[in-house]
């Protein structure tokens, strides 16, 4: 059984620094990409980041980049956003999500068949 | 960015009811649409792919149908456990993006 549990969600202050985790397991990690998406409070979904199956292309949205760096480590099955100069904006259940496809990267042509439960992340003075 | 516009906003419909959401782009997507059910407090479940393949474990009431700009999301025969909040997504073009949620509740 495929499953995704995220961690590391909290209240921090505008411009404090966070470390979001996914415990990946039921699936070989290493061979699927790997999402981060976001959902502020009572509003819609938020792609936010992806990375390839063995970590070395990472792609953001721009409302994150150059402040967030998706990373995985494939030897324990886990996924990472770190997140720094954090806004109130950023303010959201943050969710990893499997890539559907047995595929190292595809930007396009892609779903997300499996979530984790998403930990909040509240930026706030 | 490819802007995706669902409509209706909400819905409200009974059980046994036949349903369908409708999502359109800003500009031609081909046939990659996703759907995707959330129930409160919940992580969303993906239904639909390539909008049209239903997802392994998700029931034949659900279909999808379309290509181009204009998409639907069909549900048959409504059931209790429907009731959720409904979203699409484009995966043509880069970065994904998706609509803004379509909730579907209880008459």
């Known amino acids: 059984e495929v499953q995704l549990v995220e961690s590391g969600g909290g209240v921090v202050q505008p411009g404090g620094s966070l470390r979001l985790s996914c415990a990946a397991s039921?699936?070989?990690?290493?061979?699927?990409?790997m999402h981060w998406v976001r959902q502020a409070p009572g509003k819609g979904l938020e792609w936010v980041s992806l990375?390839?199956?063995?970590?070395?292309?990472?792609y953001y949205a721009d409302s994150v980049k150059g402040r967030f760096t998706i990373s995985r480590d494939n030897s324990k099955n886990s996924l990472y956003l770190q997140m720094n100069s954090l806004r109130t904006e950023d303010t959201a259940l943050y969710y990893c999500?499997?890539?559907?496809?047995?595929?190292?990267?595809?930007?396009?042509?892609?779903?997300?068949?499996?979530w984790g439960q998403g930990t909040l992340v509240t930026v706030s003075s | 960015d490819i802007q995706m516009t669902q409509s209706p906003s909400s819905v409200s419909a009974s059980v046994g009811d036949r349903v369908t959401i409708t999502c359109r782009a800003s500009q031609g997507i081909s046939s990659w649409l996703a759907w995707y059910q959330q129930k409160p407090g919940k992580a969303p479940k993906l239904l639909i792919y390539?909008?049209?393949s239903l997802q392994s474990g998700v029931p034949s009431r659900f279909s999808g149908s379309g290509s181009g700009t204009d998409f639907t999301l069909t549900i048959s025969s409504l059931q209790p456990e429907d009731f959720a909040t409904y979203y699409c997504?484009?995966?043509?073009?880069?970065?994904?993006?998706f609509g803004q949620g379509t909730k579907l509740e209880i008459k």
């Open positions: 997504q484009q995966a043509n073009s880069f970065p994904p993006t």
């Open positions: 039921g699936f070989t990690f290493d061979d699927y990409a």
């Open positions: 990375i390839s199956g063995d970590g070395g292309s990472t």
């Open positions: 999500a499997k890539d559907i496809y047995e595929q190292q990267l595809a930007l396009t042509m892609t779903a997300y068949d499996y």
């Open positions: 390539a909008a049209s």
